[in-house]
């Protein structure tokens, strides 16, 4: 059980356009979700904390109107990477936390490689 | 604020040998503690925690940790490494203060088995 998917596994967009990303908690339901991003051979940083059915929290330093992030239902959170540009190439990881197996434990998606061309 | 710290970029050990990757944290009140390892191009594989209870904990694959409160350390441990063993390791820190309190990841560190 808690089982995150996140869709698609990589992605290549051109520069300027927008590539949205799901993240999916496929058997609990999910109140909260984390979406962070991971520069090769770093570590993970968190960008924003979204909550079900309310505006996302976003950590200093994030652009929110660069990365849009809707949590419409208890099961899936998209990060919309809008304006694309070669810098924003990451591994985006989310993950979901499942609010009947306590509030500390969180399980993370396999993740997705965005390519910015 | 939270804080996690992982002293050591590269662990190197011979297969065999027991391992151990170093973790530090930071943190107001009591801490939940994780360890999470990453393989090249996935996602966290969560390995163990510690909430409360038992200083010595166990966890996936055969990797333990001991949370040591006076060092404020939470060290990963295993007993005889293995060549599969070799990923990136991720110590992580939760504090109790808030119902929806983030996780802080640690820099990680790569772990490699030489056969």
């Not at chain 1, 509030?103 to 997705?112: D, I, K, M, N, W």
């Not at chain 2, 939760?94 to 119902?99: A, K």
């Amino acid at each position: 059980g808690a089982v995150v998917s996140q869709h698609p596994s990589w992605v290549i967009c051109k520069s300027g356009t927008s590539v949205k990303i799901e993240c999916r908690s496929l058997d609990f339901q999910a109140t909260t979700m984390f979406w962070y991003r991971q520069f090769p051979k770093q570590s993970l940083m968190l960008m924003a904390t979204s909550n079900e059915g309310s505006k996302a929290t976003y950590e200093q330093g994030v652009e929110k109107d660069k990365f849009l992030i809707n949590h419409a239902s208890l099961t899936l959170s998209t990060l919309t990477v809008t304006s694309a540009h070669p810098e924003d190439s990451s591994f985006y990881i989310c993950s979901a936390r499942d609010r009947d197996r306590g509030l500390y434990e969180q399980y993370f998606g396999p993740g997705t490689r965005l390519t910015v061309t | 604020a939270q804080s996690v710290a992982q002293p050591e970029d590269q662990v190197n050990v011979a297969e065999g040998n027991p391992l151990t990757v170093k973790c530090t944290y930071s943190v107001s009140g009591n801490p939940y503690l994780f360890w999470y390892v990453q393989y090249p191009n996935r996602g966290l594989q969560f390995l163990l925690k510690y909430i409360t209870g038992d200083n010595l904990v166990k966890g996936s694959y055969g990797f333990e940790a001991e949370f040591n409160k006076s060092q404020t350390s939470f060290h990963l441990k295993k007993p005889s490494a293995l060549v599969s063993d070799s990923a990136l390791y991720f110590c992580a820190v939760s504090g109790l203060y808030s119902s929806a309190s983030k996780i802080i990841f640690g820099s990680g560190t790569r772990l490699s088995i030489r056969p």
